[in-house]
């Protein structure tokens, strides 16, 4: 061991700690839900079902209801979920795309982001 290594114990140390205690993090307000809050269901249509079943394996409806896309784009979208492994039936793409160009078109308004308290690794 050379005469640096315990100094960069030490500042590996005290980095973890400091990490894992949240040390100097802003304190999370109590208003905020708890991890573990709901967040909202994708709204009711035709393929409601399709798309729980086909875009919320890898993330939360969030990410798709808070677009503002043109059918145009979402049919762009479609085809790249796809290719990422979506598994969309060629006879309904259509009417993925027209659900999600109704509900989250250019005019959607509808989205206000859910606020949880952040995670603290020490909890
Ligand atoms: C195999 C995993 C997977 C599935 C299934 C999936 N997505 Fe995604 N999606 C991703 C990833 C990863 C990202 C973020 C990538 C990025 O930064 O562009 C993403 C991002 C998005 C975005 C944000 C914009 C964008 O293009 O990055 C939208 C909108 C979206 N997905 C819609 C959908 C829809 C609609 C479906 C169902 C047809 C779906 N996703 C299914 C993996 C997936």
Redesign the pocket.
Known sequence: MTAKAPLAVVVAVTTLFATLTGLGMPKPSPDLPPLGTVIAPLPEGSAKGL?DG??????SGD??RQ?R?TEKQ?TA??T???G?????PEDRREE?VRY?GKNFGPGNAAFRPVAVRPVRANR
Do not use: P, S, T
């Open positions: 798309a086909a875009c919320l394996n890898c993330h990410v798709l677009q896309l979402w979208n479609v790249k979920m796809i990422w492994g979506a598994e969309v993925l999600l």
